[in-house]
């Protein structure tokens, strides 16, 4: 597709649930982000995936959370045994690389899963 | 490690009004500058970046920012507010030097009144 695409847009989950987020970059990009947004606060880094490197995973806030990156594109986001406070938009962005001398390259972000944990 | 900071959580501009959404930032290294904006519901869009060359830049919808090196500041602006324009603006700085995401702002609404 043309922009990162993430799926689903909205979920509604009950606490202790097990939820996952996808993402789908823009074809070609080879790094990948996940941010979380919550209510009224700034945006929160959670993991960043670069080509075949190991992914920097040291925003995700505890060991509930974990990211795949199947082949270098699609990612998916588990958050296990969901609570209250997981309740916020998970934003997923790409940009063509994330090395060393092309951190110029624009991140572009998809419109967000709006996760609600009851 | 870099840093950003938005003083304001909210700026009121009457529409036609010039706008300004300040930001300074904090590297180590060499600056990379970026504004993002968020509609209600939506996710960031990119409007803007710096990266070397003119301390003006221009981007989407009108709006540009100057990078301003001795303030470590990159204030967005736009010369004449639109009602459309309402929404909230997220400045973001990169280290050059670095192969980090970007650092974000928490974010200033922007309320432009007719």
């Known amino acids: 597709g043309a922009g990162v695409s993430q799926s689903p847009s909205n979920k509604v989950t009950e606490k202790g649930k097990d939820v996952e987020l996808r993402c789908d970059p823009i074809?070609?990009?080879?790094?990948l982000y996940w941010y979380r947004q919550s209510l009224g606060q700034g945006l929160e880094f959670l993991i960043y995936?670069?080509?075949?490197?190991?992914?920097?995973k040291s925003g995700l806030p505890s060991d509930r959370f974990s990211a795949e990156r199947t082949g270098g594109s699609v990612s998916t986001l588990t958050i296990q045994r969901t609570q209250q406070e997981d309740s916020a938009v998970y934003l997923c962005?790409?940009?063509?690389?994330?090395?060393?001398?092309?951190?110029?390259?624009?991140?572009?972000f998809g419109e967000g899963s709006w996760l609600t944990v009851v | 490690a870099q840093s950003v900071a938005q003083p304001e959580d909210q700026v009121n501009v009457a529409e036609g009004n010039p706008l300004t959404v300040k930001c300074t930032y904090s590297?180590?290294?060499?600056?990379?500058l970026f504004w993002y904006v968020q509609y209600p519901n939506r996710g960031l869009q990119f409007l803007l970046k710096?990266?070397?060359?003119?301390?003006l830049v221009k981007g989407s919808y009108g709006f540009e920012a100057e990078f301003n090196k001795s303030q470590t500041s990159f204030h967005l602006k736009k010369p004449s507010a639109l009602v459309s324009d309402s929404a909230l603006y997220f400045c973001?700085?990169?280290?050059?030097?670095?192969?980090?995401?970007?650092?974000f702002g928490k974010g200033t609404h922007l309320i432009i009144q007719p």
């Open positions: 995936f670069q080509g075949n490197s190991a992914p920097d």
């Open positions: 074809s070609g990009h080879t790094a």
């Open positions: 962005a790409s940009s063509p690389t994330g090395t060393p001398g092309h951190s110029g390259n624009t991140i572009y």
């Open positions: 590297v180590s290294g060499n600056p990379y």
């Open positions: 710096y990266i070397t060359g003119d301390n």
């Open positions: 973001a700085v990169r280290d050059g030097g670095g192969a980090d995401g970007l650092t």
